[in-house]
């Protein structure tokens, strides 16, 4: 009987074809007592898994990395093996096998309980993430110590659509064959490993299905919608049908959309916005480029230092930037300082709780309070602007103030610079993000101050409706059409103009197709936003005339509530483009 279960989606596209049920379960452990005479077997025993888990994920590394080269994904697998050479992690279990004299399975399951324990509760879905690794790497050596291998998914002989309670990084990257039509599981988020893997191979996925893998068994006929977020299992001849023209619809969409990749984001008259690409990665810009990004409008820097061991120095961070700039050439880079703090913590970083750490020392507020790690920063974008075009960009400005101290500090870093003759761009120009709302309300003097904004509606739907962007409760509040975000974006743009000085927006509004009119009629300069969401919103802008989006914003602008705003813009949206909306 055809059965519909609901997930998140994490990958658009979709698949249709007969389920491989990958057993990813956890192993069963059990607990045996050792003689003291043993300990010395048992700890060998213990370092013969790990030296294999080592070796199974070098493998899958190497082929990674000859097969697809920077886009492998190796950097995760990279992970892994940090995970495995932790110390900590080894020591504590041959700590129990030596003290309490019992197996060393069963020491690491107790050693894993109790890193995972930690994490419990944390809300940040990075550092679950980061959970999740730790369980894949553990899984793996307990495997290896009862003799169970896993099976790879590289193995896979046919096409098929993969179901599994959870999959690690390392399963995902080894999709790439095409022999993995789409996949399913019960755990993960939106911004999982797997998840952006998944995107970044355009492998239709959804995830949190909860029990998708108890539901589907190897051989069942199922039906995945990246889209939607559905997965349908025995579908019935009518579901079949429908799904496979959506399927057909869905690939021709995809691929009219891309034939417009060179061609410039400009109405029909002639009116020219700019679109760019956001990376917290750097195998995501390829991805950008293939879908005719003209640079990146926001490079989120904190990626440097979530899932590392140890802070990145500045020559870490200025490889990274000239990398950036060398690849992104000819167009520009905007590389947005620290956003750290709020939901997006460095352990190595993080010093006290903080009772409202969205309200708290985060972003531009702690990198002036942490001016050496700011220093640091600033130098080796700097140093990489000899490379290419970068532009800096400082995170939750809320008034002049910051502005300055952070402009004071990256003059005296120019003139150390200069002092050692060491090259850079001297013109390099910095932009604020307008998030806060403070902010949005001075930006008549914010613009006297800075060469560019960059409107981050993320935040600034969150700070100006006053709700949390990661509370379910309150996610009904969460308007981007709100009357409130409009007149901010607005006076923005108004603002910056008057300054003759750009203006962006990066938060995910401005890759919403939805909103794609209003934003081009309300005078955004550019637009920034994930690959995927490029060729339809540059589609939009080539279809209609500057009149036509300027009309629009105005009819919203005078609406009193969001849903009347979102009413008339869907409406509007649906005539205009019936095969999008
Ligand atoms: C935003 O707030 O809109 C934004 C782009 O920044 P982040 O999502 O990284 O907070
Ligand atoms: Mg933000």
């Known amino acids: 009987m055809s059965k519909t279960l609901k997930g998140i989606p994490v990958s658009s596209g979709i698949g249709i074809g007969r389920a491989f049920l990958l057993d990813r379960r956890k192993i069963k452990v059990e607990k045996y007592p050792i003689s003291a005479e043993d300990v010395p077997n048992e700890i060998e025993r213990f370092h013969q898994a790990l030296d294999l888990a080592k070796k199974q994920l070098m493998e899958i590394r190497e082929n990674l990395v000859r097969e697809l080269g920077d886009k492998g994904h190796a950097h995760i ?63 793996r050596i307990l495997r290896n110590l009862v003799g169970k291998t896993i099976s790879n998914i590289d193995e896979l002989d046919q096409d098929v659509i993969v179901i599994a309670h959870d ?24 911004t999982s490993h797997t998840s952006i893997t998944a995107r970044s191979l355009e492998i239709p996925a959804v995830v949190g299905l909860e029990n998708v ?31 496979l023209d959506k399927q057909k619809h869905y690939k021709y969409i995809v691929s009219e959309l891309l034939r417009l990749k060179d061609q410039p984001a400009e109405t029909y008259d002639g ?22 990004a003209e640079g990146i409008g926001l490079y989120r ?8 061991k140890d802070a990145p120095t500045e020559d870490d961070h200025f490889r990274v930037y000239k990398k950036l700039a060398k690849q992104i050439s000819p167009y520009s880079a905007v590389i947005r300082t620290l956003d750290l703090g709020g939901d997006k913590i460095a352990s190595h970083l993080h010093e006290e709780d903080e009772p409202n750490p969205v309200l708290g020392l985060r972003a531009i507020r702690f990198s002036l309070k942490h001016q050496d790690l700011f220093k640091l920063q600033l130098r080796a974008i700097l140093r990489a602007s000899a490379y290419g075009k970068l532009k800096i960009l400082y995170p939750m400005i809320s008034g ?36 806060i709302p403070s902010a949005a309300m001075t930006v008549d003097f914010l613009a006297r101050e800075v060469d560019f904004f960059s409107i981050g ?23 981007p059409l709100h009357p409130a975000v409009l007149r901010s974006v607005k006076q923005c743009v108004v603002a910056a103009h008057s300054q003759g000085i ?60 969001p849903s009347e705003i979102e009413d008339y813009v869907e409406k509007a949206m649906r005539r205009l483009f019936p095969e999008f909306f």
Not at 167 to 190: E, I, N
Not at 237 to 242: A, L
Not at 457 to 479: F, K, P
Not at 510 to 532: F, H, K, Q, R, V
């Open 77 to 139: 697998v990279d992970v892994h093996i940090l995970i495995l050479e932790d110390e900590m992690l080894i020591n504590e279990a041959i700590k129990i096998v030596e003290q309490e004299r019992v197996n060393a399975e069963w020491a690491l399951r107790t050693v894993l309980s109790q890193f995972v324990n930690i994490f419990e509760g944390i809300e940040d879905s990075y550092l679950k993430e980061r959970r999740s690794d730790i369980e894949h790497v553990g899984e």
């Open 167 to 190: 999959l690690s990084p390392a399963d995902t990257a080894q999709m790439h064959k095409g022999k993995v039509l789409a996949f399913a599981t019960d755990m993960g988020g939106r």
């Open 213 to 243: 893998s108890a539901t589907v068994k190897t051989g069942d006929p199922v039906i995945v919608d990246g889209n939607e977020g559905i997965l349908i299992v025995n579908p019935t001849p009518g579901e079949f049908r429908n799904y």
């Open 271 to 292: 009116y020219r916005i700019e679109l760019k690409g956001n990376i917290e990665f750097f195998d995501e810009i390829p991805h950008l480029l293939s879908r005719g």
């Open 301 to 308: 820097t904190e990626f440097l230092y979530m899932n590392k």
């Open 400 to 435: 002049i103030d910051e502005v300055r101290q952070a402009n004071d500090i990256l003059d005296k870093v120019k003139q150390e610079l200069l002092s050692k003759g060491i090259y850079f761009d001297e013109a390099i120009q910095v932009g604020v993000m307008i998030e």
């Open 457 to 479: 509606t993320n935040d600034l739907i969150q700070y100006s409706i006053a709700i949390d962007r990661g509370n379910e409760h309150v996610a009904y509040l969460y308007e």
């Open 502 to 561: 750009r203006v962006a927006m990066c938060g995910e509004m401005a890759g919403d197709p939805l909103c794609t009119l209003i934003l081009l009629g309300l005078g955004l300069d550019e637009l920034s936003m994930n690959a995927p969401s490029l060729p339809i919103i540059k589609k939009i802008v080539r279809s209609v005339r500057y009149e036509q989006a300027a009309e629009m914003a105005y009819r919203a602008m005078i609406l009193s509530t």
